[in-house]
Structure formats: C-alpha cells, structure tokens
C-alpha cells in the first residue's frame, strides 16, 4: 500500500466547558463542520458527534474493507458485511484514556465455514491500520458470525 495522508480541520471556540467546537475532513470535503462540544462528548450526543465517535467510524471502515480485502483474497468475497464499532474510554490513573475498541460483525459470505470465517476476521483484524493504532494503548474485542 502507498504511504497515505490525509487532512482534518478543527476548529475551537471558548473555554473547555462552555465551548464548542467544529471538525471538517480537508482531504475530502466527505463532511464539514461537524460539531462537538465538551457536554456532548461525555454525556447525551444531542446530535454532535464527537472524536471517540469518528474513532469508532474510521475502525469499522478500515474493519471492513481489510475483512473484504480477506475475504476475497480466499476466493469468498462477502455479499455483505455489517460492522458495528463502540469506542469505550475510561479513567486509568487520573487521566481518560480509550480502553477497548468493541468491533460487533456481522457478514453473509456464501461458500465458507464458520472457522474459516473466524480466521479470516482475525487476519483482517491483524491487517486494519486502525487496528494496529488502537491495539497500541487499547484492548480490541472482535465478536463476528455468518447469517444466511
């Protein structure tokens, strides 16, 4: 794979409790002014996301194109993943930090088993750069089944 960059933009307005602020992807232009805010981050979303959110988002789809990368490598490309991520952060020793990154698959993939399955998904776990980032300071926990 090439070397990959690429840009976000964030924009902070105010103190930390009171203030808000805004994420645009710069690369793409995919999303733009996102808002987020401190309230929203740690507790109800009230429509804001926030960067735990973002980090779920981009672990799921790196997930799930190494899970099809995989797949299709064997000669079994899915008809359909659906990958569900939760972002979990806690307080170690004083300080918020992401403890577990919770992937949920679900993928129909006609023509293989059930272990094979479970052994493609670890060798899609081992090869997602989102993986590896998370993996470094994080608990990952990938829980995948086939449906028909």
Request: charged share 20%.
């Amino acid at each position: 794979m090439p070397r990959i960059a690429r840009e976000a933009s964030v924009v902070w307005e105010g103190n930390l409790a009171r203030g808000e602020g805004s994420l645009t992807a710069a690369s793409s232009g995919a999303f733009a002014s996102l808002p987020y805010s401190l309230p929203t981050r740690v507790g109800s979303p009230e429509g804001k996301t926030s960067p735990e959110e973002l980090l779920a988002a981009a672990h799921g789809g790196c997930f799930a194109m190494s899970l099809a990368g995989e797949l299709t490598a064997k000669g079994t490309p899915p008809e359909h993943l659906d990958v569900r991520v939760t972002i979990v952060v806690d307080e170690v020793d004083g300080s918020h930090v992401v403890v577990l990154s919770r992937v949920d698959v679900t993928g129909r993939v006609p023509g293989i088993a059930a272990d094979a399955f479970q052994r493609v998904v670890r060798a899609a776990d081992a090869g997602c750069t989102l993986s590896a980032l998370v993996r470094a300071g994080a608990r990952i926990e990938v829980d995948a089944r086939l449906v028909d």
